[in-house]
């Protein structure tokens, strides 16, 4: 769908190509992880030729000792360096693939006319009557409401990825109350399992509904340039021990602090719990919006 370039601004995510944003991605990711490539190779040359020197007891005159010296300083930079490159090139490819199920959602709703985008804005209790359809008319004449498949198809994506996530980890926190009885080794293996479902349940699937409720947010107000959820405020997420003390014995439970300057009181995991669909959750966020 193309958009013509005129002076009223749109959600950035209403300007860009998913396919163009993926593919950009993967290319950063790819250059990273050979960086991180060439920076082990040098690392362990490095290494090979220090050992061989030791082993070798061969007897440096002149500069080589000092040169050694440097060379042995530095090789933990090529290290630092490889590692930076990995956690980089990682994160560019996980938003390659984000990115990606974008595009996959676009297709698939490619096809949507005012009809259905009206009964997604009703399905997720947005006002239509609070879009600003003159100015997304200026991009699209005819029907205006389809300058937001973007931003709808990113939400969907999003919100596909967090009930996968959530599910999953709702399914292992239920073993919690399993009654049967289990063996030692197989109580082990189930708090770990628990555990992990719970760091997915706070440091994933929660972030990706607060994220999916900014989407909301946008699509009702597609003219805001630029908004993501750390511009609102912090998510404070804690393992599932910590996340015990905080409730039992401190008797506070926030997981939302919003910046200062919005005067906000934060949003407990509690209100988290109680308001799972994005379109909940944007309430919380946006209560006047």
């Known amino acids: 769908m193309a958009i013509r370039p005129i002076a009223t601004p749109l959600n950035r995510h209403l300007l860009e190509n ?13 250059a990273f992880h050979l960086i991180e490539k060439i920076c082990w190779v040098a690392f362990l040359a490095i290494l090979a030729s220090v050992v061989f020197v030791s082993y070798a007891g061969v007897t440096l005159t002149g500069s080589m000792p000092f040169a050694l010296l440097l060379t042995i300083m530095i090789s933990p930079a090529f290290a630092i360096g490889a590692s930076r490159c990995a956690i980089i090139g990682t994160i560019h490819h996980k938003n390659g693939q984000f990115e990606r199920g974008v595009a996959h959602q676009l297709q698939q709703i490619a096809a949507w006319e005012e009809p259905q985008i009206r009964q997604f804005l009703l399905e997720q209790h947005l006002d239509v009557q609070r879009i600003p359809v003159e100015i997304l008319r200026e991009f699209n004449a005819q029907s205006p409401l389809r300058v937001l498949l973007p931003l709808i198809a990113r939400f969907r994506h999003l919100r596909d990825v967090q009930m996968q996530l959530e599910g999953a980890a709702q399914n292992t926190l239920r073993q919690r109350i399993a009654p049967q009885p289990l063996s030692e080794t197989a109580l082990k293996i189930r708090s ?5 479902a719970w760091m997915v349940h706070e440091f994933e699937a929660f972030p990706k509904g607060l994220e999916a409720a900014v989407l909301l947010y946008l699509i009702q107000n597609p003219i805001v340039p630029h908004l993501t959820l750390s511009d609102v405020g912090t998510i404070s997420a804690k393992s599932l021990q910590d996340r015990h003390v905080a409730r039992t014995y401190a008797g506070i439970d926030p997981y939302f602090t919003f910046h200062a300057d919005l005067r906000r009181n934060p949003i407990s995991l509690g209100q988290l719990e109680q308001n799972i669909e994005p379109w909940a959750l944007k309430a919380l966020l946006f209560p006047r919006a």
Not at 18 to 30: I, Y
Not at 192 to 196: D, F, P
């Open 192 to 196: 770990v399992s628990v555990q992990h």
């Open 18 to 30: 998913p396919e163009s944003c993926a593919r950009s991605s993967e290319r950063k990711a790819l």
